[in-house]
């Protein structure tokens, strides 16, 4: 579990730096690369190592002050990061590991405290579906972390405990999956009308994906927003099916 753990830290440190790349970004990069690739050969994912040590090489070129590709630099970091991403074995107790420490790195970044309450049943998802899944729980806890849950001192002059809470519900059938995020910060303010076809619109870019997962797999959405006292987010996604999977 410790490995897992560990794979997940360097996973996530791998997306921030992609998302803010840029030459000064090179060492630190490179140390990530090869922690993700000890951690690899630790877990017998030779594939995966033998592409981050590929990658090494590259980024060596630029210590050394060689010429080379950024742009081709960049999409490799792109592939290597959405690998990465994905390599997570799919059983309960390591996407339950994944989500905890996704909560923890996005509430110490937001500088939050929160008490992150995780219900998992019957967790039984394909790889296509364990992305999919993360595409939109992601964003969604986020924005729960990020713009819903106040800071400890606000929470304290509202009347509320300073920790706040996020509630995570996911479940899975043989035709659907149930997912339930809620939180008790200060709910969704809206600054203008939305389209009535979309209750996300407008809600940065990683919502957008969230809305187009939704549509794309004909799943279904319903928002309960409480201004002051916090939002409960329902999600009911139908199962895709192995034989629906890309290879």
Known sequence: MDTLKEYCKYSFKLEEIYNNFHIDKTDELFLTIHSLKGLCLGTKNEALARRLHD????????????????VKIKKELSNIKSITKNTLDVHSDNFSMYLRYFVTNISELSQKQVKFILDIERLDLNRMETGILKDIVNPLLINALDHGIEYPAERVNLGKNKLGRVYLHLRTTDDVIH?????????????SRLPDNSILSGRKVGLRLVQWHLTEYNGSIELKNNIGRGTEINITLPRIHKYQEVA
Do not use: A, T, Y
């Open 179 to 191: 997912l339930i995020i809620k939180d008790d910060g200060c709910g969704i303010k809206l600054r």
């Open 55 to 70: 990658f090494e090489h590259e980024l060596l070129k630029i210590q050394n002050s060689e010429k080379v590709d950024f």
